[in-house]
Protein backbone atom coordinates (compact mmCIF):
# COMPACT_ATOMS: atom_id res chain seq x y z
CA UNK A 1 0.00 0.00 0.00
CA UNK A 2 1.03 3.58 -0.76
CA UNK A 3 1.67 5.98 2.01
CA UNK A 4 -1.70 8.20 1.12
CA UNK A 5 -3.32 4.87 -0.08
CA UNK A 6 -5.59 4.18 3.39
CA UNK A 7 -6.93 7.90 2.54
CA UNK A 8 -7.15 7.12 -0.75
CA UNK A 9 -9.51 3.90 0.47
CA UNK A 10 -10.97 6.14 3.12
CA UNK A 11 -12.59 8.42 0.47
CA UNK A 12 -13.31 6.05 -2.33
CA UNK A 13 -15.42 3.65 0.83
CA UNK A 14 -17.23 6.95 2.57
CA UNK A 15 -16.00 10.14 1.02
CA UNK A 16 -17.02 12.50 -1.86
CA UNK A 17 -15.86 9.46 -4.40
CA UNK A 18 -17.75 7.23 -2.88
CA UNK A 19 -20.96 9.35 -3.68
CA UNK A 20 -19.70 9.77 -7.20
CA UNK A 21 -18.74 6.43 -7.47
CA UNK A 22 -22.83 5.72 -6.49
CA UNK A 23 -24.15 8.04 -8.90
CA UNK A 24 -21.72 6.75 -11.65
CA UNK A 25 -23.52 3.39 -10.50
CA UNK A 26 -26.90 5.45 -11.24
CA UNK A 27 -26.43 7.19 -14.00
CA UNK A 28 -25.35 3.58 -15.38
CA UNK A 29 -28.65 2.35 -14.74
CA UNK A 30 -30.46 5.43 -16.37
CA UNK A 31 -28.73 4.40 -19.76
CA UNK A 32 -29.49 0.62 -19.12
CA UNK A 33 -33.66 2.06 -18.71
CA UNK A 34 -32.83 3.58 -21.41
CA UNK A 35 -31.72 0.70 -23.47
CA UNK A 36 -34.85 -1.27 -22.06
CA UNK A 37 -37.21 1.60 -23.24
CA UNK A 38 -35.85 1.66 -26.63
CA UNK A 39 -36.01 -1.96 -27.14
CA UNK A 40 -39.63 -2.16 -25.73
CA UNK A 41 -40.21 0.87 -28.52
CA UNK A 42 -38.60 -0.77 -31.72
CA UNK A 43 -40.15 -3.91 -30.93
CA UNK A 44 -43.78 -3.03 -29.79
CA UNK A 45 -43.55 -4.51 -26.50
CA UNK A 46 -45.83 -2.66 -24.82
CA UNK A 47 -46.29 -5.15 -21.71
CA UNK A 48 -42.58 -4.61 -21.24
CA UNK A 49 -42.55 -1.30 -21.75
CA UNK A 50 -45.45 -0.68 -19.62
CA UNK A 51 -43.50 -2.17 -16.89
CA UNK A 52 -40.41 -0.28 -17.31
CA UNK A 53 -42.73 2.85 -17.43
CA UNK A 54 -44.50 2.04 -14.00
CA UNK A 55 -41.04 1.55 -12.78
CA UNK A 56 -39.49 4.95 -13.93
CA UNK A 57 -42.52 6.56 -12.92
CA UNK A 58 -42.08 4.69 -9.26
CA UNK A 59 -38.38 5.89 -9.23
CA UNK A 60 -38.42 8.83 -10.14
CA UNK A 61 -41.78 9.98 -7.99
CA UNK A 62 -43.15 11.48 -10.97
CA UNK A 63 -47.37 10.16 -11.42
CA UNK A 64 -47.04 12.17 -14.82
CA UNK A 65 -44.79 9.49 -16.61
CA UNK A 66 -47.21 7.67 -18.47
CA UNK A 67 -45.86 6.49 -21.33
CA UNK A 68 -42.54 5.58 -22.98
CA UNK A 69 -41.69 8.52 -24.54
CA UNK A 70 -42.34 10.40 -21.17
CA UNK A 71 -40.14 7.45 -19.23
CA UNK A 72 -37.73 8.27 -21.80
CA UNK A 73 -37.37 11.82 -21.50
CA UNK A 74 -37.49 12.27 -17.76
CA UNK A 75 -34.20 9.10 -17.69
CA UNK A 76 -32.82 10.99 -20.22
CA UNK A 77 -32.80 14.70 -17.94
CA UNK A 78 -31.63 12.27 -15.08
CA UNK A 79 -28.86 10.94 -17.02
CA UNK A 80 -27.71 14.71 -18.16
CA UNK A 81 -27.65 15.76 -14.54
CA UNK A 82 -24.69 13.35 -13.98
CA UNK A 83 -23.28 13.87 -16.97
CA UNK A 84 -23.06 17.63 -16.87
CA UNK A 85 -19.86 17.79 -15.04
CA UNK A 86 -17.10 18.43 -16.93
CA UNK A 87 -19.12 18.10 -20.02
CA UNK A 88 -19.56 20.02 -22.98
CA UNK A 89 -22.84 21.24 -22.27
CA UNK A 90 -23.96 21.70 -26.28
CA UNK A 91 -22.77 18.16 -27.00
CA UNK A 92 -24.97 16.86 -23.90
CA UNK A 93 -27.99 18.65 -25.58
CA UNK A 94 -27.07 16.74 -28.85
CA UNK A 95 -26.92 13.56 -26.84
CA UNK A 96 -30.20 14.37 -25.66
CA UNK A 97 -31.72 14.89 -28.52
CA UNK A 98 -30.43 11.61 -30.34
CA UNK A 99 -31.41 9.57 -27.14
CA UNK A 100 -35.59 10.54 -27.66
CA UNK A 101 -34.76 10.50 -31.59
CA UNK A 102 -36.10 6.76 -32.16
CA UNK A 103 -33.55 6.47 -35.23
CA UNK A 104 -30.23 7.94 -33.53
CA UNK A 105 -31.12 6.80 -29.80
CA UNK A 106 -28.59 3.21 -29.97
CA UNK A 107 -26.18 5.62 -31.06
CA UNK A 108 -26.11 8.20 -28.55
CA UNK A 109 -26.26 5.35 -25.45
CA UNK A 110 -23.18 4.32 -27.25
CA UNK A 111 -21.77 7.21 -27.00
CA UNK A 112 -23.51 7.74 -23.35
CA UNK A 113 -21.67 4.39 -22.63
CA UNK A 114 -18.17 5.66 -23.28
CA UNK A 115 -18.40 8.51 -21.39
CA UNK A 116 -19.71 6.57 -18.57
CA UNK A 117 -16.79 4.23 -19.21
CA UNK A 118 -14.12 7.00 -19.50
CA UNK A 119 -15.24 8.19 -16.01
CA UNK A 120 -14.96 4.85 -14.42
CA UNK A 121 -11.89 4.14 -15.71
CA UNK A 122 -10.00 7.88 -14.72
CA UNK A 123 -11.86 6.60 -11.00
CA UNK A 124 -10.32 3.17 -11.38
CA UNK A 125 -6.73 4.34 -12.31
CA UNK A 126 -6.98 7.08 -9.64
CA UNK A 127 -7.31 4.80 -6.95
CA UNK A 128 -4.91 2.02 -8.54
CA UNK A 129 -2.30 4.52 -8.70
CA UNK A 130 -2.87 5.90 -4.83
CA UNK A 131 -3.22 2.21 -3.63
CA UNK A 132 -1.41 0.03 -5.75
CA UNK A 133 -3.94 -2.17 -5.87
CA UNK A 134 -6.62 -2.79 -8.50
CA UNK A 135 -10.13 -2.37 -7.97
CA UNK A 136 -12.48 -4.26 -9.96
CA UNK A 137 -15.35 -3.82 -7.98
CA UNK A 138 -15.93 0.01 -8.54
CA UNK A 139 -19.06 -0.33 -9.93
CA UNK A 140 -21.88 -2.65 -8.84
CA UNK A 141 -22.53 -6.18 -10.76
CA UNK A 142 -25.92 -4.65 -12.20
CA UNK A 143 -23.91 -1.99 -13.61
CA UNK A 144 -21.28 -4.30 -15.13
CA UNK A 145 -24.43 -6.15 -16.71
CA UNK A 146 -25.53 -2.79 -18.43
CA UNK A 147 -22.57 -2.43 -19.74
CA UNK A 148 -21.94 -5.23 -21.31
CA UNK A 149 -24.71 -4.53 -23.45
CA UNK A 150 -23.39 -1.47 -24.76
CA UNK A 151 -20.65 -3.84 -25.78
CA UNK A 152 -18.36 -1.96 -23.52
CA UNK A 153 -15.59 -3.46 -20.74
CA UNK A 154 -15.37 -2.53 -17.51
CA UNK A 155 -12.42 -2.39 -15.83
CA UNK A 156 -11.29 -6.03 -14.19
CA UNK A 157 -13.65 -7.29 -16.83
CA UNK A 158 -12.61 -9.78 -19.52
CA UNK A 159 -13.77 -9.78 -23.51
CA UNK A 160 -17.70 -9.88 -22.99
CA UNK A 161 -19.09 -12.84 -25.48
CA UNK A 162 -22.20 -12.19 -27.38
CA UNK A 163 -24.30 -15.13 -25.17
CA UNK A 164 -23.00 -12.76 -21.93
CA UNK A 165 -24.78 -9.78 -23.84
CA UNK A 166 -28.21 -11.99 -24.39
CA UNK A 167 -27.86 -12.77 -21.04
CA UNK A 168 -27.51 -9.58 -19.79
CA UNK A 169 -30.46 -8.19 -21.93
CA UNK A 170 -32.89 -11.14 -20.84
CA UNK A 171 -32.14 -10.77 -17.15
CA UNK A 172 -33.17 -7.17 -17.78
CA UNK A 173 -35.93 -8.09 -19.22
CA UNK A 174 -36.96 -11.14 -16.50
CA UNK A 175 -36.34 -8.01 -13.74
CA UNK A 176 -38.90 -5.61 -15.43
CA UNK A 177 -41.77 -8.05 -15.58
CA UNK A 178 -41.04 -9.46 -12.12
CA UNK A 179 -40.99 -6.27 -11.00
CA UNK A 180 -44.10 -5.36 -12.56
CA UNK A 181 -45.77 -8.13 -10.95
CA UNK A 182 -44.54 -7.55 -7.67
CA UNK A 183 -46.10 -3.70 -8.31
CA UNK A 184 -49.51 -5.98 -8.99
CA UNK A 185 -49.46 -4.81 -12.86
CA UNK A 186 -49.79 -8.51 -13.60
CA UNK A 187 -47.92 -9.39 -16.60
CA UNK A 188 -48.74 -12.59 -17.72
CA UNK A 189 -45.95 -14.83 -19.76
CA UNK A 190 -46.29 -16.16 -22.83
Not at 51 to 58: D, E, G, L, T
Request: glycine content about 8%.
Amino acid sequence: MRPNGRAVQADFALGPTSRHIMAINDAIGHAGTLYDLMGAASNKDDRLGGAIVSQVSRDLGSPDITDIESASSATADELMRYLRRGADPKELEAIRGRLLHPEQGQGALSDVALMLQSRADALHQSYKSATGEDLSSLLSPKSHAIMRKFKTLLPGQDKVTQKEIDEARINAELAAKEGARVRGIGIKDN
